[in-house]
C-alpha cells in the first residue's frame, strides 16, 4: 500500500467510525451471534496474495461488526464506561503513525516530556496533594499506565522489592527466598478482580478482608489481619485499597487504612480505577480524605475522561521506589541524559520495556475539552443517575439496593434474586440494554452504571421502558397486587412506629421538665 491508497483507505476508516459513533444508538448493544460464529465466515489460514482494503473493509463490515458488542452505546450500562472521542482517536492514530517506542527519554524527547506534562496537569484537575507530582516539592511523580490492572500489579512488586530490601538491610543473614517466603498482602472482599489476580502474578498471598454492611473495609479489621500475620511470623507487605468499589462505589476508610500502613511500614496504593475522575468536581472533593497516606495512587482515563482504552495515570510519592525495584540497565538502553527528574526513562516504572505515545491523545483530549466540559459531562451522567433511582423509587416492584452515586444505581427486583435473574436474562435477550449484575450481602442485584458516548435524559427514558416491559411479563397481577399490599402495610407500620415514636419523645420531655 502507497501513501495514495492509504490517503484513501484512512478517509474511508475515519468516515467509518464518524458514521459508527452517530448512528450508535439505532444498534442493539449486544450482537446476534453465537460462540464460532467467525470461524465459519474467515478463512482457516492467511491470503497467499495481497487483498486490497475496499474487499478487506466489506469484510470487516459483514463479518467482524456483527460480532460487536457496543461498549460505546448510551444503551451499554454493564461494567464501568469507556467513552472515546474524536480528538483521542486522532490522537491514537497519530501515535501508531510515528510508532515511537518511548521506554526512554532519548528514544523520542517530546514522547516522555509530554507524558510528564500531562501527568502533572492530571494530577492539578484532581487536586491530587503536591507530593504525587512531578513538578511538587518532592520527589513524586507520574506515569500512563495500560490499566488499573497493570497499576495494581506494579504497585504490589514495587511493595514486593522494597519490603525485600528492607528486611535484608535490616537482617543481613536472612536469605531473599525466605523473606519472600513469608511477604503477605492485604484487600477488601469488594475489590476488584485485578487485585486478587496481581497478588497471584506477584507471589504475594492477599488476603481479602470482610468489609463491614456498607461494604467498607475499617482499620480495625486491617489491624486485626496485621496482627494475626505477625503473630504468624509473616511479614506484612502490600495493602490495596479502593475508592470506588466496582459492585457499589463505596470507599474504604482510607484515613483509617493509611494511618496503619505507615505505621506498620506496609506499602498502601489506592485504587481509584473508576471514581477517580469524579474528584475534579469540588462537590467530592471530601471523598479524597486520606489520600495524602499512599505511597501510590491510580485511576483510569478511559473510563470517564473520554480517553478511549488503554490509559490509566499513576502517580508516586517517591518514584525512587519504582525506579529501584524495576531497574535492569543494559549498555544499550543507556544515554547521557538518564537520570534527570524531567526526563525520567519510563522503562523502569512499568512491566514491559516498549511503550506507546499515549500521552499524545491525553494532550488532545484535554485540550479538545478543557476543565468546565469535562466537569459538565461528569455532573450529568450524576444527574441521570438520580433520574433513573427516582424512576424506580416510584415502582413497588422495584428495590432500590444502594443509592446512587457517582453514576452507578443498585437495584434489584423486591420480589428476590430469582426474579431479579431472569430480569436481567430477559433484559440481554431482547439485546437493547446491557448491563451487569454483582452481589451485595448475599443478594443478586444489578448494576446500571451510566455510558456510552453522549448519555441523554432519553436514554434514561429508553432503558426505563425496557424495565417496564420486562417486568410486566415476569411479574404477575397478584405478584404485583402483593407487593402494593406489602410496601402499604409497611409504610403504615412506619407512620405508626414514628407517631409512637413523637409521643414517648413528647413524655420524655415532659419528666425532664
Not at 65 to 79: D, K, L
Request: hydrophobic letters at 40%.
Amino acid at each position: 500500500m502507497n501513501s495514495n491508497e492509504f490517503r484513501e483507505f484512512g478517509k474511508t476508516a475515519i468516515d467509518f467510525i464518524a458514521n459508527y459513533l452517530d448512528t450508535i444508538r439505532d444498534r442493539p448493544v449486544l450482537p446476534s451471534v453465537e460462540p464460532g460464529y467467525l470461524h465459519g465466515l474467515l478463512p482457516s489460514e492467511m491470503p497467499e496474495n495481497s487483498e486490497s482494503w475496499r474487499k478487506i473493509m466489506k469484510d470487516f463490515e459483514n463479518f467482524i461488526m456483527p460480532g460487536i458488542t457496543h461498549w460505546q452505546s448510551p444503551n451499554f450500562h454493564g461494567f464501568f464506561p469507556t467513552p472515546t472521542c474524536f480528538p483521542s482517536v486522532v490522537g491514537e492514530m497519530i501515535s501508531a503513525g510515528l510508532g515511537v517506542v518511548g521506554f526512554s527519554w532519548i528514544c523520542s524527547p517530546a514522547c516522555t516530556e509530554l507524558e510528564v506534562i500531562m501527568m502533572n496537569w492530571l494530577g492539578k484537575f484532581i487536586n491530587l496533594p503536591e507530593s504525587f507530582l512531578n513538578c511538587g516539592p518532592g520527589n513524586g511523580g507520574g506515569v500512563i499506565q495500560g490499566s488499573a490492572s497493570e497499576s495494581i500489579l506494579v504497585a504490589i512488586l514495587t511493595a514486593r522489592e522494597q519490603t525485600v530490601r528492607r528486611i535484608k538491610s535490616q537482617f543481613p543473614d536472612m536469605e531473599e527466598g525466605v523473606i519472600r517466603s513469608k511477604l503477605v498482602g492485604y484487600s477488601s472482599d469488594q475489590s476488584n478482580s485485578c487485585v486478587e489476580k496481581g497478588g497471584i502474578l506477584g507471589a504475594i498471598p492477599l488476603r481479602l478482608l470482610p468489609t463491614d454492611e456498607n461494604w467498607v473495609l475499617r482499620g480495625e479489621t486491617l489491624q486485626k489481619a496485621i496482627d494475626e500475620d505477625i503473630a504468624r511470623g509473616l511479614i506484612p507487605c502490600v495493602c490495596i485499597s479502593t475508592m470506588g468499589t466496582t459492585s457499589t462505589c463505596a470507599f474504604d476508610d482510607i484515613p483509617a487504612l493509611g494511618e496503619i500502613c505507615n505505621k506498620n511500614n506496609i506499602w498502601f496504593h489506592i485504587d481509584a480505577a473508576y471514581a477517580g475522575s469524579f474528584f475534579c468536581l469540588p462537590e467530592y472533593q471530601h471523598a479524597m480524605k486520606g489520600i495524602e497516606l499512599a505511597d501510590s495512587f491510580n485511576y483510569n482515563l478511559h473510563k470517564l475522561m473520554h480517553v478511549n482504552f488503554d490509559c490509566c495515570a499513576m502517580w508516586f510519592q517517591n518514584c525512587d521506589s519504582v525506579v529501584q525495584s524495576f531497574t535492569v540497565d543494559r549498555i544499550y538502553l543507556q544515554h547521557q541524559f538518564q537520570g534527570q527528574s524531567l526526563a525520567p526513562d519510563y522503562r523502569h516504572w512499568q512491566i514491559s520495556l516498549g511503550r506507546r505515545f499515549r500521552a499524545l491523545k491525553v494532550w488532545f483530549t484535554l485540550r479538545s475539552y478543557g476543565k468546565a466540559k469535562i466537569c459538565e459531562i461528569l455532573r450529568r451522567r450524576i444527574q441521570l443517575a438520580e433520574s433513573l433511582e427516582q424512576k424506580l423509587r416510584t415502582d413497588p416492584r422495584f428495590e432500590v439496593t444502594y443509592p446512587a452515586y457517582m453514576g452507578l444505581v443498585i437495584f434489584r427486583l423486591a420480589e428476590g434474586c430469582e426474579k431479579t435473574k431472569i430480569l436481567l436474562e430477559k433484559l440481554h435477550e431482547r439485546k437493547n440494554l446491557y448491563l451487569t449484575p454483582t452481589n451485595c450481602h448475599g443478594k443478586f442485584v444489578i448494576r446500571f452504571v451510566i455510558a456510552g458516548i453522549d448519555p441523554q435524559e432519553g436514554d434514561i427514558e429508553f432503558a426505563w421502558k425496557e424495565f417496564q416491559t420486562v417486568v410486566n411479563s415476569i411479574v404477575t397481577r397478584d405478584d404485583q397486587i402483593s407487593m402494593m399490599e406489602t410496601n402499604i402495610i409497611e409504610k403504615k407500620k412506619g407512620d405508626e412506629e414514628t407517631a409512637w415514636m413523637e409521643i414517648s419523645h413528647d413524655q420524655n420531655v415532659e419528666k425532664i421538665k
